[in-house]
Nanobody
Framework: QLDIVESGGGLVQPGGSLRLSCAAS????????IGWFRQAPGKEREGVST????????FYSDAVKGRFTISRDNATNTVYLQMNRLKPEDTAVYYC???????????????WGQGTQVTVSS
């Protein structure tokens, strides 16, 4: 069992930035592909970004490409999602998950955090 915890959400104005963090209960997070997903009110959960264990491979959804950056620090067992130029439509609960492939398809992910709320509003 891998316990995942997200942090860093909050309220930000349009155009602002936030950095989300994803940590796990043990050091094996480094061995997993990690994905960030989000679910807005009334919408299905969608893949935002993913990173391979080596960090050599990353993918982004079209909605966030060029604005969000995923990274990982295996020394501290943490994965980050830097979100810049935020828009109101980025408002959602953001989830971190550990999976079996570097993909934006959530069926490949086995362990999920509880989520962190991001609200973009003036």
């Amino acid at each position: 069992q891998l316990d995942i915890v997200e942090s860093g959400g909050g309220l930000v104005q349009p155009g602002g930035s936030l950095r989300l963090s994803c940590a796990a209960s043990d050091s094996t997070l480094n061995e997993w592909p990690i994905g960030w997903f989000r679910q807005a009110p009334g919408k299905e959960r969608e893949g935002v970004s993913t990173i391979s264990p080596s960090a050599k491979t990353t993918f982004y959804s079209d909605a966030v490409k060029g604005r969000f950056t995923i990274s990982r620090d295996n020394a501290t067992n943490t994965v980050y999602l830097q979100m810049n130029r935020l828009k109101p439509e980025d408002t959602a609960v953001y989830y971190c998950a550990a999976g079996h492939d570097t993909t934006l398809l959530e069926d490949w992910y086995d362990y999920w955090g509880q989520g962190t709320q991001v609200t973009v509003s003036s």
